[in-house]
Each structure stands twice: as C-alpha cells, then as structure tokens.
C-alpha cells in the first residue's frame, strides 16, 4: 500500500513539474514577440529623441569664407546690430516660421536663423544670405523645391522669394555664395542633415524675390 502510494506521489510531482514547464513555455511564446515588439518601440523612439536633440557640437553651418568677400558684398541696412532680432523668415509649404537675427554665430544661431554680416538686407539688390542649424530651424531644408515660396518680413517690409534651386557644396568650399546683382536669398545649413557628427558639407538652397511691399517710414 505504501508502495502504491509512493508510486502515485511521484507520478503527481511529475505532472505538477510538466505542468509549470508547459506554462513557463507557453507564457515564454508568448512574451517573446511582446518583448520583441517593445525593443523596436524603445528604438524608435531613441531615433526620434536623436534626431530632435540639438548637436551638442553646435556646427557651424556657414564656414568663413564661404561667402565671397563681404568688402564686395552690398552693405547690410545701418539699422541691423549683431545679436539683434531683425525680422521672421516664413515657410508655408513646410507650415513654419522662425525668427532671423542679425549674425551667425553660436548666440543667433540658437534663437533662429542667422543674416550673414556684409550680404544684402533682407529684400534688397544682392544676395541677401541667411544661415540655421539642419537640426533645428532649418531641419525641413531639403523638402523645399523649385516653385515653392519663402516669406521674410523685415521692417523694411514683406519680401516673397521662390526657391529656384539647390546645390550641395563641401564644407571647405571657398567663394561658394556668389555675388548678385539681383535681389536674391540663400540659404545655408549643414549636409547631411541626419549625419551623426558634425557633417563634412553644405545645403545651399537658392530663391529670387519675386514680390515685396515695402513698409512705410
């Protein structure tokens, strides 16, 4: 009898021990593809913090000399002073707007677009050059196409230019921004815009005005 029943206890445990062994592998099957399906969540979301983060290097999207000499530029407006606030440069076709200061060093560069000392005022004859960050307000750069619109209102007035092309220069490249007798807008940012590092060119993106109103004075 003592037999039997040792028999009958060992045949229990050997079901109970099956039994967990057949639940973990079942909540194993389970939470596998969960698990799996968590860590592509998690690295979406470390790409998209990524990409929103500002470069911790702070580029400097436009290299000295890359414009040609600014003795041979137009002079900029009396009333722009380095640091300052001097307008708002409009994208409609990418739903965004930022403020243009006047310089395009670190402390502009951060607040908004940066105007390039020694290039033209902003809707006036010559090649007015405006420089931002690819990871920040110049981001949606490269969306922008021939045709497309750009607004910058100044207190000179509002200043309509459409994009008539872009070109991609390396970062070392001299005399890139070339002079104008027309009135004529670029921008500049650094290339490639999801590079990792602080990337070896320049996106410059290029448009014409084509219609102004002139603010009263």
């Not at 009898?1 to 039994?19: A, D, E, H, P, W």
């Not at 592509?40 to 999207?61: F, G, H, T, Y």
């Not at 600014?70 to 440069?89: D, F, L, N, R, T």
Request: proline share 6%; glycine share 8%; net charge neutral.
């Amino acid at each position: 009898m003592k037999k039997r029943n040792g028999v009958l206890l060992t045949v229990k445990l050997i079901f109970i021990l099956s039994l967990v062994v057949l639940i973990y592998s079942i909540v194993q099957v389970v939470k596998a593809p969960i698990e799996a399906k968590q860590a592509l969540n998690d690295w979406a979301k470390k790409r998209e913090e990524a990409i929103a983060r500002p470069l911790s290097n702070e580029e400097n999207p436009l290299p000295k000399g890359m414009v040609s000499s600014p003795k041979e530029q137009p002079a900029s407006s009396p009333s722009y002073k380095e640091g300052e606030v001097i307008g708002e440069i409009r994208f409609p076709t990418l739903n965004k707007k930022v403020a243009i200061l006047e310089g395009t060093e670190s402390p502009e560069l951060k607040k908004g677009a940066g105007h390039y000392i020694g290039s033209a005022a902003i809707g006036a004859i010559g090649n007015s050059v405006l420089a931002g960050h690819r990871d920040t307000v110049f981001r949606n750069l490269g969306e922008l196409v021939a045709g497309d619109l750009i607004e910058l209102e100044s207190m000179d007035g509002t200043f309509t230019y459409e994009v008539t092309g872009s070109t991609i220069v390396d970062g070392n490249e001299r005399g890139a921004i070339k002079l104008s007798d027309k009135a004529i807008l670029t921008l500049i940012t650094c290339y490639p815009f999801s590079y990792v590092g602080s990337a070896p060119d320049r996106y410059l993106l290029t448009a014409k005005l084509v219609k102004q109103e002139i603010s009263p004075h």
